[in-house]
């Protein structure tokens, strides 16, 4: 299995924290995201890791050096990830985990979602359901919608920035967003547009539970805040 982290953005909602930086290289407790996204993918064997970068590429890359390969996608200021990933669909073959690049989360979370055997396995957490996520909607056992158009009053739960996809379903969601940028205009379309699509045409997407398990998306000053004081990822 490989693993891909979106890396591109340029995080401006946590602009006060990250002095020029890309987000995934604020530090949390001597490491930065990043290096804590790295050290627990190796920890769960898994060593082929591509970073899809953009802003501060060479930031990235003099940070990682060989611990990963990168790819720079070049229109991060003016798209969202649904383009990034479009861009980068190349790496949609065999198993891929994809994961968002501001995400901190439990060994045992991740393991739980990289041994799923579904062609699409997205991890969830159904405990809650909060602004700032994405939001999913589910069956007993699948994901029958995600994205930020969900209301927090009809979703059951939050997408965790975490999703596993067998080589089957890496191939369909290539496919799905070949389509997407094909049919209609996309610069502010997140790539989850994409699984809401696969979902509404029968596929199943399997929902992981970390339900129980902490994580954190540290999207703001709040978030780095939160994650500043509490350990789960170390």
Request: proline share 2%; aromatic share 6%.
């Given at each position: ?70 790819v720079y996608y ?16 190349r790496l949609l ?142």
């Amino acid at each position: 299995m490989k693993a891909v982290i979106l890396a591109a953005g340029l995080g401006s909602r946590l602009s006060s924290v990250t002095s020029g930086k890309p987000k995934c290289l604020v530090e949390l407790h001597g490491k930065s995201i990043l290096r804590h996204q790295l050290d627990l993918l190796a920890a769960c064997d898994i060593t082929q890791v591509t970073i899809v970068t953009g802003f501060g590429a060479k930031l990235i890359r003099s940070h990682v050096k060989e611990r990963a390969s990168l790819v720079y996608y070049p229109n991060f200021a003016s798209t969202n990830n649904l383009l990034t990933l479009h861009y980068c669909r190349r790496l949609l073959t065999d198993e891929v985990l994809l994961l968002f690049a501001d995400v901190l989360l439990t060994r045992k979370a991740l393991q739980d979602c990289a041994s799923c055997p579904s062609d699409f396995a997205l991890l969830v957490d159904s405990s809650q359901c909060r602004e700032g996520t994405m939001r999913v909607r589910l069956s007993e056992s699948s994901v029958l919608d995600i994205g930020s158009h969900i209301k927090t009053s009809e979703g059951h739960g939050n997408f965790v920035g975490v999703a596993r996809f067998s080589a089957h379903g890496s191939e369909l969601l290539a496919a799905e967003l070949d389509e997407i940028v094909a049919t209609r205009e996309c610069s502010a379309a997140y790539y989850t547009d994409a699984l809401a699509s696969l979902a509404a045409k029968g596929h199943r997407l399997e929902p992981v539970s970390i339900d129980g398990s902490s994580w954190l998306e540290v999207d703001t000053e709040e978030d780095y805040l939160t994650a500043s004081s509490q350990a789960f990822y170390l």
